[in-house]
């Protein structure tokens, strides 16, 4: 019952031995990150020595972007002084680009991607009907259509879209993208990024809708390191690399069903 779990964790061991690092794995293909996350990756740190240099392979679609940031913190405060690069198979968008930001590395192949940070929300519509928006959408959507009503008092565009936007909503999401924003800002100073004026810079670029027009909307690997992203790239060939993308394969088949997996040498556990 438990070969695939053995065959898994004798894999991660083995990538353990060619790097000389300790690998742990959060797997999500479908579910969000959440609070509940803490106690599979407080299982996952707890047989790592503080000061140990580790490797995390991330593949998620995000989630809160509190839940993300405790988790981050938790891994860096085991870390301590050593590196902390993150592996990213396949994807980590919004809040797991959170996570990824808050590495010394990313490490990165032609088959990853990021995503932009502008918090999604969820929004009743005129009918009432609940649906998905950018924060950051919607906030520039109420400034285009206030700026066009300073211009012109009586453009019936603007004053009946401004109708539709409540003054108690525009607070919250102004709230929730500068708390997204601040987040990714602390975790790059904390280790990838020293110079806090770059550090702010990335984090403007990485929730700025007119760059990027969707919000799962691909940021490859060049375009990471454009952004002055410390990117670590290794081609699909590459020995480690298809050791990583073997591992993820296996584990991403294991987490079907909405199951997340946290996985190292030690523990494995999934959670739904």
Known sequence: MNAAR????????????S?????????SPTSQIHRIDVVGMVDLLHNITPGTAVDLLLHSPGGD????EKLITLIRKRVGDASLRVIVP?????????????????VMSDSSELGAIDPQVDLPDSN?????????SYLDAFKTHADNLKKDPDDPVARLMLDKMEPATVRK?????????????????????????????????????????????????????????DVTYLAPHHPQWVQYWRLY????????????????????????
């Open 6 to 17: 053995y065959a898994r964790q004798a894999l991660i061991r083995e990538i353990e031995a």
């Open 19 to 27: 790097t000389g690092r300790t690998l742990i794995c959060y797997v």
């Open 65 to 68: 972007i509190d839940a993300a």
């Open 90 to 106: 396949d994807f980590a968008k919004s809040a797991a680009t959170l996570i990824a930001l808050g590495g010394d590395t990313i």
């Open 128 to 136: 009432g009907h609940v649906q998905t928006l950018s924060a950051q």
């Open 173 to 229: 999401l102004e709230r929730i993208t500068t708390r997204s924003r601040a987040i990714a800002e602390d975790l790059l100073k904390q280790a990838m990024i020293k110079d806090e004026e770059q550090a702010a810079e990335i984090a403007k670029q990485l929730s700025n809708t007119k760059r990027w027009h969707s919000h799962g909307q691909m940021i490859s690997h060049e375009s990471a390191a454009g952004l002055g992203l």
């Open 249 to 272: 394969c296996l584990q991403v088949w294991a987490a079907e069903s909405g199951v997340k997996l946290f996985e190292g040498s030690y523990a494995s556990i999934p959670l739904s």
